[in-house]
């Protein structure tokens, strides 16, 4: 399994979603807030704000949330300037990291991420150093406990709908579209009656880093490190780990 999907369910089973909730939301209602101030405040005439509503939704951050956002950014929200960047480094065990931040000064964010990589046996990285092994794609997300059909059912019915792939990754399926694609394959699920954990366009990585022992530890304290910043929206990662062995450094 990949370090995307991987990372979901160390999230999962570390409670953290329910955790950092609030932080979740406040990061959500600011990725929803810069795409209404920067574009049509009707989400049907703003592709970037029904994206991000749907990234939203599949957390289940309630509809007020989502429309105090949309609100503020039509009342102009003076001072709040934010600056979409993406960072990108190597983390322990020669894993790529991208990070994607909105921040009103990048270089406060830039040197807090520098020095969360150094003391996480990291290092931020130039631009375009690791983003080669990354791919923009759609993803959504189905728990296997909110469907009932079969295993072949589910890929005949997912591909009908225009998906590029599907995979199991044994609580849940992947689904894979370009990201052109993402709304129209999500919107006919929708539609078939699916409903998704996780509903995003998304870095999905095309080469993965295996990594084994202590590193597993490593990494996974950078990414929690990096995720706790309040300028971080979201981080990819490209590592694969043994389910066995992540069991290990992961308690319940």
């Known amino acids: 399994m990949a370090g995307h999907s991987k990372w979901k369910n160390i999230q999962h089973r570390k409670g953290r979603q329910d955790a950092l909730k609030g932080k979740i939301f406040a990061k959500l209602a600011r990725e929803i807030y810069v795409a209404a101030r920067n574009g049509d405040k009707d989400p049907e005439n703003n592709h970037q704000l029904r994206i991000a509503i749907a990234k939203a939704k599949a957390k289940n951050m309630p509809n007020e949330n989502i429309e105090r956002a949309i609100k503020k950014a039509a009342g102009g929200g003076t001072g709040e300037n934010y600056e979409a960047i993406t960072y990108e480094g190597y983390g322990p065990g020669g894993t790529a990291i991208m990070v994607e931040a909105l921040t009103d000064n990048r270089n406060r964010t830039a040197a807090d991420l520098r020095h969360i990589f150094s003391k996480n046996g990291g290092n931020l990285g130039e631009s375009g150093c690791v983003s080669w092994m990354f791919e923009r794609k759609g993803l959504l997300v189905i728990d296997r406990d909110h469907t009932d059909l079969d295993e072949e059912e589910l890929m005949l019915t997912v591909l009908e709908c225009g998906a590029e792939d599907i995979e199991s990754t044994g609580k849940s399926y992947e689904v894979t579209t370009t990201p052109e694609e993402f709304e129209t394959v999500k919107e006919a699920l929708e539609k078939e009656g699916f409903s998704f954990s996780t509903a995003e366009v998304t870095f999905v990585p095309s080469n993965k880093t295996e990594i084994h022992g202590d590193i597993i530890k ?14 971080v929206q979201n981080v990819y990662a490209n590592f694969e780990v043994d389910d066995e062995e992540l069991a290990e450094y992961i308690q319940d």
């Open 218 to 231: 490593n990494v996974i304290s950078l990414i929690d490190a990096l995720e706790d910043h309040d300028d």
